[in-house]
Nanobody, 120 residues
Framework: VQLQASGGGLVQAGGSLRLSCAAS????????MAWYRQAPGNQRELVAA???????KYADSVKGRFTISRDNAKKTVALQMSSLKAEDTAVYYC???????????????WGQGTLVTVSS
């Protein structure tokens, strides 16, 4: 099972960027999917998460600016980021709770991270 994140890059403050993450491999089921970020010198923090039923939650710092969405059929999760600020600069990671075929339980998998740089 793998998670492949993409979409990072350099953007000016006030701009927008869309991150995508695709799960692949021998997957029986996917539960929660989420985006985290880690800025230099900081701990990794939750940005947004969504359940398999589409219930979402956001960090206070991104509410109203970021939107998480998922496509269960395609096994993808996206993060639409708008009104970006310099403080949004970080490496963004996707995470998913995945039940791998034959494993018998959900476990968390992480994507490789994609860098978002917001210039002020």
């Amino acid at each position: 099972v793998q998670l492949q994140a993409s979409g990072g890059g350099l953007v000016q403050a006030g701009g927008s960027l869309r991150l995508s993450c695709a799960a692949s491999g021998s997957i029986f089921s996917i539960n929660a999917m989420a985006w985290y970020r880690q800025a230099p010198g900081n701990q990794r923090e939750l940005v947004a998460a969504t359940t398999s039923d589409g219930i979402t939650k956001y960090a206070d710092s991104v509410k109203g600016r970021f939107t998480i969405s998922r496509d269960n059929a395609k096994k993808t999760v996206a993060l639409q980021m708008s009104s970006l600020k310099a403080e949004d600069t970080a490496v963004y990671y996707c995470k998913a709770a995945i039940w791998r075929l034959g494993s018998g339980a959900f476990r968390d998998y992480w994507g490789q991270g994609t860098l978002v740089t917001v210039s002020s």
